[in-house]
């Protein structure tokens, strides 16, 4: 691959870019100031032929267009909103991603995520490196049940320090592709009931359906959005959604940011109509709505849904094998388009 010219957006994983500088002719885009970029990429668009990026910089048509020789983008995640599509299909320029080898550690932080925001495992670290524990006494329990109906059990909330039992939770999945199947297994093991709401049904799942999201909101006690992001998704949880949740109700967002009218979800959690947050991604990353940051009931982590090294350095192999099928000229092996 060493006459491929490969366009790298952002310094994603070090194992990537050691191997495509060694594999190929590397251009660092970063090592440009942000207002010489184009420029940089003009300068060098005879060479670049491939593209690598990932979710927070790939390839919108003005880069595409400032790329006549550009045939591939490889981008570093299994989230392609960062990728003009329709440029792509029109310029008959090839994309994949890095689907399946990212899953099982995306699911594993959502119910991770779950439980650090409902048993309040934040707060009570604090409690304990603070020498609360040793000065006050007991973490005290602040929390008494109401009645159980259709959310099982009804809390009254007397304090947002209040951990809550995660067995047995009605689980909300938006989205029941790799991601969210492999989250409701693991659900499933907790004891808790699994209901989705999809763009269709999937067949033999054993998990209840809901055609409207907000019925699905209505009736759950743990939200979790696991769908890609599209036009038709972008802020699928608005205020509608998060007070269908209600104050008794938890949103976990392991999906991207901006499904999340994030503005709504700071007031639902600020006048108490949401009962907690839990987010590894958002709305205009890494950005963080600051008023979330002295709130109690959320629970808050930098994108790192798929960040472990042993599944960072996976998806850089499958980066690199596209890459070098696309020069042979063998089928990739994850395409997109």
């Known amino acids: ?9 952002f310094p994603m994983n070090a194992y990537l870019e050691s191997e495509l500088a060694r594999r190929c002719k590397l251009f660092r885009l970063w090592e440009s100031p942000p207002e010489r970029r184009q420029e940089f990429i003009r300068s060098n668009a005879a060479a670049i032929r491939a593209i690598v990026g990932n979710s927070h910089a790939g390839a919108d048509a003005d880069t595409i267009d400032a790329l006549p020789k550009l045939e591939i983008v ?3 995640s299994v989230g392609l909103d960062k990728v003009d599509l329709d440029k792509c299909r029109e310029r008959g320029i090839r994309v994949t991603n890095t689907p399946d080898v990212l899953t099982e550690d995306v699911a594993d932080l959502a119910i991770g995520l779950t439980i650090a925001l409902l048993r309040r495992i934040c707060v009570t670290d604090r409690f ?14 602040t929390t008494r049940v109401l009645g159980c109906q259709k959310k099982l059990c009804y809390l009254e909330n007397l304090g947002f320090g209040n951990p809550i039992k995660f067995n047995g939770k009605t689980i909300g999945i938006i989205g029941l592709g790799r991601i969210g199947m492999s989250v409701a297994k693991r659900a499933e ?14 067949p033999n799942t054993g998990y209840k359906y809901y055609s409207n999201l907000l019925d699905l909101a209505s009736n759950c006690h743990v939200l979790i959005v696991a769908c890609p992001l599209t036009d038709e998704t972008r802020h699928i949880v608005n205020r509608d959604v998060l007070d269908a949740l209600g104050p008794k109700g938890v949103l976990v967002n392991i999906g991207r940011g901006p499904h999340v009218d994030e503005p709504e979800l700071v007031a639902a959690l600020r006048e ?55 020069v042979m000229n063998k089928p990739l092996l994850t395409p997109v388009v």
């Open 128 to 141: 304990v490196r603070s020498g609360a524990w040793a000065t006050q006494g007991d973490y005290r329990l």
């Open 74 to 76: 490889s981008s570093f």
């Open 272 to 326: 108490g109509r949401l009962g907690g947050a839990a987010l590894d991604v958002y709305e205009h990353e890494p950005h963080v709505p600051e008023e979330l940051f002295g709130m109690d009931n959320v629970v808050l982590v930098p994108h790192i849904g798929s960040a472990t090294n042993e599944t960072r350095d996976a998806m850089a192999d499958l980066v690199l094998q596209n890459l070098e099928a696309h």
């Open 189 to 202: 093991a907790f004891g808790c009931p699994i209901s989705y709401y999809s763009r269709s049904e999937k």
């Open 1 to 9: 691959m060493e006459s491929l010219g490969v366009l790298l957006t």
